[in-house]
């Protein structure tokens, strides 16, 4: 308590919480080792959510092979980016009200729960549903350590450490390929989503002790209706992307009816972001270029580099027949080209605070990576793959995370949370329409091809699903059946890899438009609310 004099002015404070050290608008000035505590918590929970990819993405093939097919892989991967999508703007607009910490902490909850879920699947529904479960989780992971990154570092130092968020995937584009197949071999493929409970137990006690953020509660209205209507829409487009020319042909009522249903529903969630009071995405925000360009921008480049990425353990297993873990390890020169030029564009930008030309050249990069990977066939070399897929992954690490912060750099400290949160939802919104339309490609030119790589007589009165089947069920069949099938998957899926290529396009020409805006030295020179407490 404070003991104050007849004049009323304070002499002494005791058995009082000290004030924290702020700047004159309330941000906290943190050292060096208190920001590496924070980020040791938030590293910890990027790690499960990115470990959790790499460590799923080799074991894909195996898993859709024991619970329905590989014909229905696109949507195990789908499911997962629909709902993180979906979940994201909520994330930004309820910790902008009640703080990050708590929603950090639930989205690993949630992720874990889904990995339970994931784990006990019996079948294909099952593990899709699951996997939307987990999505949920991931997509808040993420949103939120970006969005406390923004809450404790101005623009400027962000660059700085980078290379500790990079390290993270470096880790999980390492050690993931190699747990993910070691689990699917040796043991079983749920215990690649089993493996998360001890990693998200971890990642919870950590959090708790060492992330210290402030909570804000103020009068709120959350936008559910919003929210409802932009999964219902969504997901109706998806649907249309996924089944039309595969499950249904392209001017049957099914995918007519689900193009209007979801053009009318995205169309009503604007009109209800328009009037609600506090929208999921306020459109106002969109007036900002850094903003607006960066978005879309985010959109292409998650639509093309998804599409791509998320089928080449496919091409690696079915056409070069290598197992689980020497496909994520020959995945490798992509994360690592992609850690790299991240960490080196984030130095680069906190010496000299230009930004503009990193997106423009990772842009091009990515072009060129693109259309080398659309070259892959069933006799190209190591060496040359490995060659197409750096390229690839430095030109991605040249963009993603420069981006978000030119627009962190144009939001109010009030805000950051949803502007973090909408760049996290573009880029999420363009992966799930690449997976859905190149995993359609996929189907549709293998209902072209199989047929002529592979003749009903060396089928033997097989079923042709078993083509589609798991890798270990395909190389049971006889050698020509086998080369067939290679043929038939090398041709299909340098189809969807070059459908990739024009969608990069469009996001090099976007990115001429962002603007170079000086980046703040200071947290400071953010407007935002004070503080009630220190964040260590």
Known sequence: MARRERGGAVIARTAERPAPVTDSFGYPQLT??????????????????????????????????????????????TAYLLTSTASVPLYGKLSDIYGRKIFFQGAIVIFLAGSVFCGFAQNMTMLVAAR??????????????????????????????????????????????????????????????????????????VTSIVLKMPVHRREHKIDFLGAMLLVAGVTCLLLVASWGGTEYPWLSAQIIGLGIAGVVLTGLFVAQELRAEEPLLPFRLFKDRALSVGCTVLFFVGMGMFGAIAFLPVYLQIVKGVSPTMSGLRMAPLMLGLITSSIASGRYISETGKYRWFPIVGTAMMVAGMFMISELHADTGLILSSIYMLTLGLGIGMVISVIVIAVQNNVDRENMGTATAATNFFR?????????????????????????FVSAADLQGKDPAVLTSSPDQLFQLPPNVIHGVAEAYSKSLDIAFLACVPLVV??????????EAPLRQ??????GEVMAEPLI
């Not at 990115?50 to 894909?60: E, F, K, N, P, R």
């Open 132 to 205: 939307g479960v987990q999505g949920m989780g991931a997509g808040g992971i993420i949103a939120m350590a970006m969005a406390i990154i923004g809450d404790i570092l101005p623009p400027r130092d962000r660059g700085r450490y980078q290379g500790y968020t990079g390290s993270v995937f470096a880790i999980s584009s390492v050690v993931g390929p190699l747990v993910g197949g070691f689990l699917t071999q040796s043991l079983s493929w749920r215990w690649v989503f089993f493996i998360n409970i001890p990693l998200a137990a971890l990642a919870l006690a």
């Open 506 to 515: 469009v996001a090099f020409a976007l990115t001429w438009l962002l603007r």
């Open 428 to 452: 999420s919104m363009g992966a799930a329409f690449g997976v859905a339309i190149a995993g359609a490609i996929i189907n549709n030119r293998l209902d072209h091809y199989l047929p002529k």
């Open 522 to 527: 200071r947290s400071s020179e953010a407007v």
């Open 32 to 77: 060096h080792r208190q920001i590496l505590v924070i980020f040791s918590g938030l590293m910890l929970g990027m790690l499960l959510a990115s470990l959790d990819q790499t460590v799923v993405a080799t074991a894909i093939p195996t898993i859709v092979g024991d619970v329905g097919g590989l014909d229905h892989l696109s949507w195990v991967i």
